[in-house]
């Protein structure tokens, strides 16, 4: 019941409050206005100082977005060549990674063949491959057991250039 009787309150000073309002609009003040129209002046001049304050935090908040968005392109960038950085590094790195597995691949098959050709021995034959090139080390018998080394080599996938620096011993 208190909640009834203080908004019954409430009311009845509105009400009082409207009706003092009304019948003071037709009264004069001493600068010959009636107090309507010097509450309305007054109104006008509360509204204007609110739409004043309105561009002005409008315009404070357009300031404040074109740095955040500046702050957020700049991060952004830094992010992206952050990125493209590593994405530099670990493609470089994976090249490497690759161009060495591939580079004893390379030199396993040439050995493996080596093996199996019954001329050559894969022991006295050095084969040292570096991004695809190959260099051959070491003593054969003949001339003829040295260009079959370089064959040997040349077929195999991956090779782009044979050093052929196998020696032939004498006697």
Known sequence: MKSSSH?????????????LLVTGCDKYTDSGQTVGQKLDKAIDKTNASIVKAGEKVEKKVD????????????????????LDETGNAVSTKVNQVGTI??????TASIKADLLKDPGLSAIAIEVNTVKG????????????????????????VGVTRVNNLLKVKAG
Do not use: C
Not at 7 to 19: E, K, N, P
Not at 145 to 154: D, M, S
């Open 7 to 19: 908004t019954h309150s409430i009311l009845v000073a509105a009400v009082v409050g409207v009706m």
């Open 63 to 82: 300031q404040a977005g074109s740095v955040v968005a500046g702050m957020g392109e700049s991060v952004s960038l830094k992010t992206g060549a952050a």
């Open 101 to 106: 597995v591939s580079d004893s691949a390379i």
């Open 133 to 156: 090139e190959v260099t051959l080390k070491g003593e054969v018998s003949s001339d003829a057991r040295k260009e079959r080394a370089e064959g040997i080599t040349r077929n195999i």
